[in-house]
């Protein structure tokens, strides 16, 4: 499924990406150099961030590792 993203203005295919709601997870992956891909508000009034999978997947171990 093809969603139009709120920051881009451009197409994304949703299963090429990974949608996070934990905004302190989001703002390690984007401090590390990810780059958000869409940004909105679920039904529940929560943001959901929405990254690339490639992204996701060369930081989810240095997030597990991270220093609490």
């Not at 139009?4 to 150099?33: M, W």
């Not at 930081?59 to 590792?65: A, I, P, S, V």
Request: hydrophobic fraction near 40%.
């Amino acid at each position: 499924m093809k969603t139009l993203s709120n920051i881009t203005h451009k197409y994304y295919i949703n299963e090429d990406c990974v949608f996070y709601r934990n905004p302190v997870q989001a703002a390690y992956f984007v401090f590390r150099g990810a780059k958000l891909v869409d940004l909105f508000v679920n039904d529940k009034l929560l943001f959901t961030f929405v990254f690339r999978k490639e992204d996701h997947e060369r930081l989810k171990h240095e997030w597990r590792l991270r220093e609490h």
